[in-house]
């Protein structure tokens, strides 16, 4: 009951910060501290929101769909990963570091690269994507799985279980935690990989229309577009919480 | 007809000597305690009788069959419960029989007739982190002989409990084992828990650890609750006390 009363108050506080933000926003805008065409007002950019609302939703269709695709593959491959250098050391010790420097590449170098490797099409896009999720997921899973109780896995084998058995029964299920938590980043960065891979050739998604606007200067849209994608990556992050909610459920109130 | 019995068993780490030349023998329905200081190699000794390390020198035999440095065969109870957190009580006492090859379903079935027993019932659907610490070590012990009918190890799997909790896992324990006729080595540092529960105590003592005495406790079982307060268990006490302090 407590805890509930908590969690509220801590809402109460986060929207009240929104609103005070919003409120200032308004005022500097509509007191013309700012020039209009550069900061439009919260108003402004609701409104181009609603007006651009048809072809925003065409656009988060196929960003979200590249998204997804893209997630799910680098979900796979950076599971895989962890299965794999968990269970052979030698690969281990040969591909970890080569994985942590892939990630020391800006997804931003190696876009343009990947666009004219594969084309325009939905191609390039995914491979990005897969690129900047498959890392968060690889490193969290198999820190999962290498933290795993040596005294249960011991217990495990005397009782006779086999290696695949005690990754079964202790590492797989122990490392759920970590995967989830690695997941909501990669579902972050997804939708950021996603959005960026467009604004360097592409036909739809929301980067090409985020492009699009900039050449225009309407920074009312430009705006309405920024919200919209960080909506999207919170409402991934959402559907992952809930989704480990329903996975784990012997997790449930466990800060009572 | 299930014994166990460790022949000449030493074991070093890093040229160090732990255990040197242990022999034991642990009859069918026995409960023998091995009584030693913190460190003195009662946990190497376990894990060469479990099998998960091969001793330097000596053998394990299980019913005549040598089971030296093979695990699957033996399996054990520590202090520390090793309930999976995620597997309710019920999947978690059948985790053995699982790892044994049954099927989900008919190892749920058999270890339901159990939790009466063990005095778990109503737990079977929970997760071990609703359960207090005495209910988890009952089903620690439960999945240890859902494992095994014939012979456990137990390392001190009443020390992390406080006073009162460890006194009426006493009661719970000694009358269980009645029930299943378990053969049970069982580890301890405790003076006290070890006349009070075993048939037989062994001694083991010294750096590299060896037994060095083999005490009897003829008090009949089933042990009235207060055994703990009388003359002989005193007498008992003050026997291994003399012995411990000069080898």
Partial sequence: MKRKLQSITFRINTVAAIAVILVIWQTVSALGIVPGYMLPSPVEVFWAFVREFPLLMENSRVTLLEALIGLLCGVGVGFVMAVLMDRFEALYQAFYPLVVLTQTIPTVAIAPLLVLWFGYEMMPKIILIIIATFFPITVGVLEGFRSADKDTMNLLRSMGATKFQIFRYVKLPGAMGQFFSSLRISAAYSVVGAVISEWLGGFSGLGVYMTRVKKAFAFDKMFAVIFLISFISLLLMKLVDYMQKKCMPWEDGNHE | ?247
């Fill in chain 2, 1 to 247: 007809m299930s014994e166990l019995v460790v022949k000449n068993v030493s074991k070093s780490f890093d040229n160090r000597k732990i255990i040197q030349d242990i022999n034991i023998t642990l009859h069918d329905g026995e409960l023998v305690c091995l009584l030693g200081m913190s460190g003195g190699g009662k946990t190497t000794l376990f894990n060469v009788i479990s099998g998960l390390t091969v001793p330097d020198e000596g053998e394990v035999f299980l019913d005549g069959e040598e089971i030296t440095g093979k695990p699957g065969k033996i399996s054990y109870m520590l202090q520390k419960d090793l309930l999976l957190p995620y597997r309710t009580i019920e999947d978690n006492v059948a985790l053995p029989l699982l790892i044994k090859g049954m099927k989900k379903k008919e190892a749920r079935a058999s270890v339901a007739a159990y939790f009466q027993e063990f005095g778990l019932e109503g737990t079977e659907k929970k997760y071990p982190r609703q359960l207090s610490g005495g209910m988890r070590q009952r089903a620690a012990l439960m999945r240890t002989y859902m494992f095994s009918r014939n012979v456990a190890l137990l390392d001190e799997p009443f020390s992390a409990l406080d006073t009162i909790t460890k006194g009426s896992m006493h009661k719970w324990y000694l009358n269980i084992m009645e029930q299943i006729r378990l053969s049970t080595l069982f580890i301890t540092h405790d003076i006290d828990e070890a006349v009070l529960l075993s048939d037989r105590i062994y001694l083991l003592t010294g750096s590299p650890g060896e037994i060095t005495h083999e005490i009897v406790i003829k008090e009949p079982k089933p042990r009235k609750g207060d055994f703990n307060l009388t003359e002989e268990f005193l007498a008992y006490k003050r026997r291994i006390l003399e012995r411990i302090g000069e080898p």
